[in-house]
């Protein structure tokens, strides 16, 4: 036993180490992620499973879902979706509950889906998404319109988990993503082991405070060693993204059962390519400014095209300057840092972990030009202000319910509400405004650019828009 044990503790260590040692290219300020196996999988399949599989096992009713949304306008469904899930929006699944009830559950793609010129783009981060309501009144109030036993059970099975996690998934802006948060409030309510909900908290709840985020687009996965901005993910890809649908999974046998079609569905990411700028380009700007990249940014961001390489370094907060908040909160001497444990010696941990590092990936910049906003918090709507940290907007908003694409800033058209706006009085207009001097929606840092001439600027953003 005691034998077995300290094997374990060796291998955990020189594990540490290896992981710890800065690459061969790498500073004492990076720290390159090495690669690890992973499960193969088949991606049609995956597609299959992501747009029509059972796994956020709860939801509400379907009864009830007929008389508040509906079936969906043509451009938001999704081909290769069967049975029920036709008609719906590429977001909502169709599922049955245990007890025979019939359900609609969201799915992966409430994040990881956007819509753009009236077409659903899958992989692409969902950057316009509203979590400032309080959603708990409107669950509660939704089980009076519910009367069927079956039904009635199960909405309260999901009503429960909605109220319960509210008060931590309450973010202060729009367009941010609450993922990070939502997280850990869902481990703290199931037990390590068994993964049954229990409605008081098992590990003592994270910070109501909603650390904002935005969601990085799929099609990079293929190039990361690692998951997350902070690469916070390692090991078995699929078992880490399968955890994203904790709110539902009250049983170990369902989490195996999930597991199952994970790798299918991770080979499915993978198959995910960037789409391309879809505008002229300057053939010569970019050829001037594909030079500019490769001496100034090609270091941390790797390079593109045939025998293009990617790092998959981690930057230390320090060097690169970007609001430390999320690092911190998931870093080794944070206090959550229980969360991570919990992972880590629950079912998911057995092929996967959440490693600290106090840093951020420098990303795959593979269409970039559709991800605006930018930088892991989402704190800078366009490239031409990550190239200069010295003109970005403070307080800024923009229209939710389109994506005003601006072709010379490369992102999307905002408006500069200007200092002293930050104490608007108009709640609903508040919570559009991105202020950037909250805790973790900082936009400094990242200082690479600032240096290159307004016409080097010019050549890289124009490159930019070609990967
Ligand atoms: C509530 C929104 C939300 C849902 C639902 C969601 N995700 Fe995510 N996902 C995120 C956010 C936000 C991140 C980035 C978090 C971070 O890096 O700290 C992320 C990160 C990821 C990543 C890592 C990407 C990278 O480049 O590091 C993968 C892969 C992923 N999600 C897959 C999934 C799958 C598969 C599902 C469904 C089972 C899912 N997600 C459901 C919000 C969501
Ligand atoms: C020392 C390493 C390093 C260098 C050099 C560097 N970057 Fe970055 N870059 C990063 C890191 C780390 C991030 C993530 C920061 C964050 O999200 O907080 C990042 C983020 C970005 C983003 C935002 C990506 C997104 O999807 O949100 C862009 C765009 C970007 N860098 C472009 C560049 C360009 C262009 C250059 C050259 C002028 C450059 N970077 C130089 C490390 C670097």
């Known amino acids: 036993m005691h034998a077995r044990r300290a094997q374990v503790l060796f291998f955990l260590t020189v594990g540490a180490l290896l992981g710890c040692a800065p690459a061969p290219s790498g500073t004492a300020t990076t720290l390159a992620v090495a690669a690890e196996a992973q499960r193969e999988g088949d991606a049609a399949k995956g597609y299959d499973a992501l747009v029509n599989g059972e796994y956020v096992t709860c939801g509400i009713p379907e009864s009830l879902f007929a008389k508040t949304i509906g079936e969906a306008p043509e451009n938001l469904r999704l081909p290769g979706r069967t049975g029920r899930n036709e008609k ?59 009367s069927d036993p079956a039904e009635k059970a199960e909405w309260r099975r999901w009503a429960d988990r909605v109220v319960t996690v509210q008060p931590y998934i309450l973010a202060d802006t729009m367009g941010v993503n609450v993922a990070d948060n939502l997280a850990p409030i869902l481990f703290s309510h199931r037990d390590q082991k068994t993964l049954s909900w229990s409605a008081r908290p098992l590990l003592d709840p994270p910070p109501t405070q909603v650390v904002p985020v935005d969601v990085p687009p799929w099609w990079n996965l293929k190039k990361k060693n690692s998951m997350f901005h902070t690469a916070l993910g390692r090991g078995d890809q699929s078992r880490i993204m399968m955890s994203a649908a904790l709110l539902c999974t009250d049983e170990l046998a369902q989490a195996k059962a999930i597991d199952q079609s994970f790798p299918d569905v991770r080979a499915y990411l993978l198959s995910l390519k960037p789409p391309a700028y879809p505008y002229p380009l300057d053939a010569a700007l970019v050829a001037t400014g594909h030079q500019v990249f490769d001496q100034t940014c090609a270091r941390c961001h790797g390079t593109y095209g045939e025998g293009g390489s990617y790092p998959n370094l981690v930057v230390v907060t320090e060097e690169v300057g970007t609001d430390p908040t999320l690092a911190l909160a998931t870093s080794a001497a944070s206090p959550t840092r229980r969360f991570n444990d919990w992972f880590n010696g629950s079912f998911y941990g057995e092929r996967a972990r959440l490693v600290t590092t106090v840093g951020y990936v420098a990303p795959p910049l593979d269409g970039l030009w559709a991800t605006a906003p930018y930088f892991h918090n989402g704190s800078v709507p366009t490239v031409a202000d990550v190239l200069d940290s010295t003109h970005r907007p403070a307080f800024w908003t923009r229209d939710f319910t389109t994506y005003d694409f ?50 080097e600027k010019a050549a890289l953003l124009e490159y930019l828009k070609t990967l």
Request: hydrophobic share 30%; aromatic share 8%; proline share 3%.
């Open 88 to 146: 719906l929006r590429y977001d909502y699944t169709a599922i049955t509950a245990a007890n025979g009830a019939k359900l609609v559950s969201v799915n992966c793609l409430t994040c990881h889906a956007a819509v753009r010129d009236g077409k659903v783009v899958v992989g692409l981060g969902e950057s316009q998404s509203d979590y400032t309501t309080d959603l708990a009144p409107f669950a509660e109030a939704a089980g009076q319109l519910v």
């Open 406 to 455: 601006d072709r010379d800033r490369l992102g999307f058209r905002f408006t500069d509400v200007g200092h002293g706006k930050s104490d608007e009085s108009d709640a609903s207009k508040r919570r559009a405004i991105y202020d950037t001097t909250r805790p973790g929606y900082g936009n400094h840092g990242h200082t690479y650019g600032d240096a290159l001439s307004p016409a």
